[in-house]
């Protein structure tokens, strides 16, 4: 199990669920949003099982702690992102916080299937350090409330 919460006492505040396999990835993106001097705390689960158990708290309320947003690798082991929303939607759980799949690759048929499954943005992944802090910028602009 792969779970870490990176903080930063800086201006800008926000909470991510971050899915994703890959500890260099998920370690780049920690640095992306560090090196932005934003305030965010990001939980990260590194594969479809772990979150699933999640997605089910928060979409319950059970979670205490409300996510602005979450940011879901689209190919995880154990159960991929797609399987994880469909069951979602097959339990009828609604999640009420935005939610954004980053891939290296995804098909146009794939994209619009997420799309039904509640997914509102799809992102292609940052090939470098420089695409991370992008990256970074514009998810805080776009999903992080000031403090």
Not at 34 to 52: H, K, P, Y
Not at 59 to 67: T, Y
Request: charged share 25%; aromatic share 4%.
């Amino acid at each position: 199990m792969m779970e870490r919460l990176i903080h930063t006492q800086l201006p800008a505040r926000g909470r991510i669920l971050l899915a994703e396999d890959n500890p260099s990835e998920a370690a780049l993106l920690e640095e992306a949003f560090a090196g932005q001097q934003l305030s965010v705390d990001i939980q990260c689960v590194s594969d479809g099982e772990e979150l699933l158990t999640q997605l089910r708290q928060i979409s319950r309320g059970h979670d205490a702690s409300r996510f602005d947003l979450i940011l879901l690798d689209l190919h995880l082991p154990r159960r991929s992102t797609e399987e994880v929303l469909t069951t979602l939607r097959f339990e009828n759980l609604r999640l009420d916080v935005p939610v954004t799949v980053l891939s290296s690759n995804v098909s146009i048929e794939q994209s619009a299937h997420l799309r039904k499954l509640g997914v509102q943005t799809m992102l292609l992944k940052p090939l470098d350090l420089e695409g991370y802090f992008e990256l970074a910028r514009n998810l805080s602009q776009s999903w992080c409330r000031e403090a």
